[in-house]
């Protein structure tokens, strides 16, 4: 009759080849590593509500969608490093209809991003609701606001409505 906790944690190391070109400091293809350490944890509360998250740390982490998108600095070709995850809080209203609400960053470290255009930071607040129409089916509308630093320019916030449709087989 407990209620189950699940703990994960997870990791990778290897290679990624890059071919650089002018105006790059060096041309040719090139190795780079990436790595990255990951913990995770989903832990119901009660049978309807529970909290959920990711913590990673890493190296050349834009394949992942880590380092706000951003393996290597394109101006100094060496990897960036960066730490983040995300928690959110989930809540079962209905057997049908659930919400999750909760929050992420994504930080770079700042030397790593010399590009003028260079992401130093992003963050995210979201809230969700969610309907299983079928068992197959999901119906879906969120609510997210967004904050991205940059190396030479004023930060962005944007906020976005989206809504979404899944259909699973």
């Known amino acids: ?13 290897g290679e990624q080849y890059y071919t ?5 400091p ?11 350490l990951n913990a995770d944890l989903r832990m119901p509360l009660t049978q309807r509500f529970g ?6 740390t890493g190296e050349n982490l834009g ?21 983040g995850g995300w928690f959110e ?3 079962d209203w209905t057997p049908r209809w659930h919400s999750h609400a909760g929050y992420s960053l994504d930080d770079p470290r700042d030397g790593d991003i ?15 609701i969610t309907c299983d129409v079928t068992k197959k089916f999901q119906l879906g509308f969120e609510v997210s606001q967004w904050k991205t630093r940059f190396v030479d320019r004023q930060a962005a916030d944007a906020t976005r409505f989206e809504f979404a449709g899944k259909y699973g087989f």
Do not use: C, M
């Open 1 to 13: 009759g407990g209620l189950p906790t699940t703990v994960g944690v997870s990791g990778h190391i």
């Open 20 to 24: 650089f070109v002018d105006p790059a």
């Open 26 to 36: 060096i041309e040719g293809k090139f190795p780079r590593r990436t790595w990255s």
């Open 89 to 91: 809080f989930w809540y």
């Open 114 to 128: 010399l590009l003028p255009v260079g992401r130093t930071f992003n963050q995210v607040y979201w809230g969700n």
């Open 51 to 56: 909290v959920q998250g990711e913590f990673f």
């Open 63 to 83: 394949t992942f969608l880590g380092g706000v998108l951003q393996g290597i600095d394109r101006t100094t070709t060496q990897t960036v490093y960066s730490t």
